[in-house]
């Protein structure tokens, strides 16, 4: 029986996480459990799944679940106990920069990660990697794309590999023009085709910044240059990652959906747990698959021009759009700002090599400042 804490189970890929698990529920034992400010839910969840321990972020919601279970206040005691009730795999369902800490603990203490969190890959990729390389941990990525990846590179010799693909389903706005993006409402931007998801990576699934953060992620995760990642406007989303081998052949993965699919992998490995969902061949008219230009898509560039640069331009971004899509939350700016925004920033930022989570605070740093001026001026 593997022995999982899940970090974020309150949001869509932790309670996803958690389906998965009841389904399974033989195999799994659930340690911890872990909140930003949703007491009620995390409660219910401890009671469910018979938590060990839980801890929310937020102290002022704390006392809320004082009484009914056992919690631990600050974040370095949550995963210390972690640790030591043995934890076999540690689920990063966390959203923000608020990963980056948890992910380090368990690379330094050899703790098994799935991690669907992509900020804190984008802004420590080096820093990561190194870790990565000295520690016992593994990774499995749970982003549906970098986990169809991660399956298909499995299985192969990297010398044979050409390219990765990226798919993309494009949003909910694949079709407007520049001038149809103006009056985007908050409403229609948080409504995805395909995926539900939380609000922050629903927006950017809408302004494309998702897909250029996953091509920083890929190039990190697995050390591809980034002129050998490309993506695939592909509406039906049914195939996640595809890889060009040297002699021409490619290859994809193809699966429903549905996070539970990459999620089922990375609890179960390396075994398949079947989570009863398959691929609605007779529903499908067709697949498409359109070539998307990177230097054309002006988030693809943004996010492609921070990766090449690298240092502390990753991190700069990942924060910078952070403030943008919030800005664009509360009202303050317009959805199509977001992206022209994040451009202006970027170029306001004088780099630096990133060797320590102190260099990546830095950048945050400089991501606030900036993009906080920017702000003052335009809305
Ligand atoms: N959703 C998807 O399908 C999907 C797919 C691929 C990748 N991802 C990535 O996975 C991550 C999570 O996405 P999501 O859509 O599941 O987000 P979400 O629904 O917004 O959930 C975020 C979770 O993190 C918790 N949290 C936030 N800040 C925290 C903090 N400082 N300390 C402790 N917990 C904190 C939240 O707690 P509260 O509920 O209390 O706020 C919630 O449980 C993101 O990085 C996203 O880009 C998501």
């Known amino acids: 029986m593997k022995k999982i804490a899940v970090l974020g189970s309150t949001g869509s890929v932790g309670r996803q996480?958690?389906?998965?698990i009841a389904e399974h529920k033989a195999d799994f034992q659930i340690i911890a459990l872990s909140a930003n400010s949703n007491a009620d839910l995390l409660l219910k969840q401890a009671d469910e799944f018979q938590a060990s321990f839980v801890f929310l972020n937020d102290s002022r919601f704390l006392p809320k679940i004082k009484q009914s279970v056992k919690f631990l206040t600050d974040q370095d005691s949550f995963l210390n106990q972690i640790r030591q009730e043995g934890a076999d795999l540690l689920v990063l369902a966390l959203s923000g920069t608020s990963a980056i800490k948890p992910l380090f603990?368990?690379?330094?203490?050899?703790?098994?990660?799935?991690?669907?969190?992509?900020?804190?890959?984008?802004?420590?990729?080096?820093?990561?990697?190194k870790m990565l390389s000295r520690s016992s941990s593994g990774l499995i990525p749970l982003d549906s794309e970098h986990n169809a990846l991660y399956q298909l590179l499995g299985g192969l010799d990297r010398k044979d590999?050409?390219?990765?693909?990226?798919?993309?389903?494009?949003?909910?706005?694949?079709?407007?023009?520049?001038?149809?993006l103006e009056d985007i409402s908050v409403e229609q931007a948080l409504s995805h085709p395909k995926w539900e998801m939380g609000e922050k990576i629903t927006i950017d699934s809408a302004t494309l910044m998702n897909k250029g953060f996953e091509i920083i992620e890929a190039h990190?995760?697995?050390?591809?240059?980034?002129?050998?990642?490309e993506v695939l406007i592909h509406p039906?989303?049914?195939?996640?990652?595809?890889?060009?081998?040297?002699?021409?052949?490619?290859?994809?993965?193809?699966?429903?959906?549905?996070?539970?699919?990459?999620?089922?992998?990375?609890?179960?490995?390396?075994?398949?747990?079947d989570c009863g969902l398959r691929v609605n061949w007779r529903g499908i008219k067709s697949l498409n698959l359109e070539y998307a230009d990177k230097d054309k898509i002006e988030a693809l560039k943004i996010c492609c021009k921070a990766a090449e640069k690298?240092?502390?331009?990753?991190?700069?971004?990942?924060?910078?759009?952070?403030?943008?899509?919030?800005?664009?939350?509360?009202?303050k700016?317009?959805?199509?700002?977001?992206?022209?925004?994040?451009?202006?920033?970027?170029?306001?930022?004088?780099?630096?090599?990133?060797?320590?989570?102190?260099?990546?605070?830095?950048?945050?740093?400089?991501?606030?400042?900036?993009?906080?001026?920017?702000?003052?001026?335009?809305?």
């Open 105 to 129: 603990y368990a690379l330094e203490h050899g703790i098994d990660l799935a991690v669907a969190n992509k900020e804190a890959i984008i802004s420590c990729g080096n820093i990561i990697n």
């Open 220 to 229: 990190y995760l697995f050390n591809m240059p980034l002129e050998s990642i």
């Open 236 to 273: 039906q989303a049914v195939i996640h990652g595809i890889v060009e081998l040297k002699d021409g052949t490619s290859l994809a993965e193809i699966a429903p959906a549905d996070m539970k699919m990459p999620i089922s992998y990375a609890l179960g490995y390396p075994k398949r747990l």
């Open 17 to 20: 996480t958690l389906d998965v």
């Open 333 to 379: 700016i317009k959805f199509n700002q977001i992206v022209d925004l994040l451009g202006l920033a970027l170029g306001g930022h004088n780099g630096f090599e990133v060797e320590s989570v102190g260099d990546v605070e830095r950048a945050f740093g400089d991501a606030e400042a900036i993009s906080g001026n920017i702000l003052k001026e335009v809305s």
């Open 310 to 331: 690298g240092g502390s331009f990753p991190a700069f971004l990942v924060k910078a759009d952070e403030i943008f899509v919030r800005a664009f939350l509360s009202r």
């Open 161 to 180: 590999i050409a390219k990765i693909f990226l798919t993309c389903s494009g949003g909910p706005f694949l079709k407007y023009s520049k001038g149809d």
